[in-house]
């Protein structure tokens, strides 16, 4: 589990995953979202497909450790198993060093449990190097199902467990809390994306209820907030030097 008492900003954007996904992006979006990235050095950066990969790519070429990252079937996770590994696999000759794939939670639903299975080991199979998460979009299931849905992940190898694909409603706690119960103790990480508003004191909790990375477009302003909220103790840790309030204009902190 992560330690937010021992992170600084720097150390706090690796756990993050920023994204530039409406439908209206364009060029000068993407070229923006990757300053963005090369400024405060996230964990990774997503476009909503792999057709920006390339920009993307020759952007973020001199930091290697950035994931470039991209939807699988996104958002609706509804095509057959093979188109999502051709997705993949067209993803990755492009450039991805991450994949996200939108589940089939029809077929979950619909307890097509060999379905899923396919798809999913289709899928680790065709992203090779690349890191694989899974959305399963878990406002639309019940806790039984995020959990089937978790122990598939689980079974096929995929390396995140993701709540949501960040365009419909995003996941409660209590819904979070499922996916990490379900696995406990194993090698799958757990990802948060559609946080709901105000999305930093939200992405903090998730964080210190066990999330392991969290994607969103408003990384910056909830790293930004960190030690506004560790002033008032939400977070634990301390507030920064540089962060820290002044009194009659020298450098002296004020007690919080």
Known sequence: MIDL???DKVSLAKV???????K??????????????????????????????????????????????????????????SVKAFETEDAVRRGCTAVDMVMNIGALKDKRYDVVREELSLFVQAAGSAVTKCIMEVNFLTDDEIAAACKLILETGVQYAKTSSGQFEGPSLEQFMVMRRTLEGTSVKLKVAGVKFPRPQNAYTFLLAGADRIGTRDAPAI?????????????????????????????EKVDY
Do not use: H
Request: net charge negative; with cysteine.
């Open 223 to 251: 790293i930004d907030s960190l030690d506004l909220l560790r002033s008032i103790g939400m977070i634990p840790g301390e507030v920064s030097t540089d962060a820290a309030l002044t009194k009659n204009g020298n450098s």
């Open 24 to 81: 209206d992006t364009n060029e000068a979006s993407i070229l923006k979202g990757c300053e963005t990235t090369r400024k405060y050095q996230f964990a990774a950066f997503y476009s909503s497909s792999a057709y920006w990969t390339p920009v993307v790519k020759a952007e973020l070429a001199d930091y290697p450790d950035i994931e470039i990252g991209t939807g699988i079937a996104f958002p609706w996770g509804s095509v057959p198993a």
């Open 5 to 7: 008492s021992k992170m």
């Open 16 to 22: 993050f995953d920023y994204s530039v996904l409406p």
